[in-house]
């Protein structure tokens, strides 16, 4: 790895792969004990109109997909609030017209082709340096805003009903969250890809939460198992000439079922033998 980093790009790669492995260790860390992992995959998904109507209109990348991200997320989280039994369900239509308005837009964009697998895996070997500083940012609000208000996220996170008594705003502290999960989205999707945000978003903290005493734990165990597959999936997509994004995924998936066979196995040793009759 480290003749690797002799190249700018496997650098900036590098440093991409970090700063996605911080983003998602907060954020998903807030999805996972919230229990909205199918709510974040669609915001992902909807992220496509907005890669659509930016490209269709000619808009600044950030501009168009963040507009209509974080439309998408505030609408799918008041859906969410006032109509839970309903949620999945038009959460996934969201979800597919999100995704179908960013295509029909990208094939009546004229003159322009964009090759839409490349916000699938991403592209993060060609990362520029103005899309570290905007991860960078991204990255350092996410944390200040989280630690800022660390004890009305846990309260909010593990249970409502006391959050409201001790008089935590939920429905605005939720909203903000939702926020967060489109603003953080929309900035390392076209780094690192939607396949690669859904599973950095899910199976890290998933892994941190069976280990972690409290959120702040997980959030920093799953930062830093982000940061560990990111590596050695950047090292194998090197050594072996494979997609960067795939092998991450893969590394973080082979991972996440050793863990469950772990778990499983242990569960297993511990159970007490039937007693023996007669």
């Given at each position: ?26 954020i ?29 209109f ?27 039994h309903?949620?999945d ?132 165990f799953?930062g ?38 772990w ?16």
């Open positions: 790895m480290l003749e690797a980093l002799q190249y700018e790009f496997m650098r900036n790669a590098l440093a991409a792969g970090l700063l996605a492995s911080v983003i998602c260790g907060v998903g860390s807030l999805v996972v004990v919230n229990r909205i992992v199918f709510l974040s995959g669609g915001i992902a998904h909807a992220a496509y109109g907005g890669i659509g109507l930016a490209f269709f000619g808009w600044p990348y950030l501009v168009g997909t963040l507009g209509f991200s974080l439309a998408a997320a505030m609408l799918m989280a008041l859906v969410t609030l006032r109509a839970r309903r949620a369900t038009i959460i996934g239509v969201l979800w597919a017209v999100g995704m179908a308005i960013g295509v029909i837009l990208l094939d009546l964009t004229p003159g322009y082709n964009v090759d839409l697998m490349s916000y699938l895996f991403g592209s993060i070997l060609t990362v520029p340096t103005a899309d570290l500083w905007q991860m960078a940012i991204v990255a350092g609000v996410d944390l200040t805003i989280v630690v800022g208000r660390y004890q009305d996220f846990l309260a909010m996170s593990y249970d409502e009903e006391f959050a409201r008594i001790r008089g935590v705003p939920v429905r605005p502290l939720y909203l903000l969250m939702i926020a967060m999960i489109a603003v953080s989205v929309v900035v390392i999707i076209r780094v690192v890809g939607l396949i690669l945000v859904i599973a950095l978003l899910t199976i890290p903290p998933f892994i941190a939460e069976k280990y972690a005493r409290s959120l702040l734990q997980m959030i920093g799953a830093l198992l982000s940061g560990g597959f990111t590596v050695v999936g950047l090292y194998l997509s090197y050594r072996f000439n494979l997609t960067c994004g795939a092998t991450i995924i893969l590394v973080a998936a082979a991972f996440f079922f050793a863990c469950l066979a778990e499983w196995l242990k569960t297993k040793r511990e159970r007490p033998l039937p007693a023996e009759t007669g």
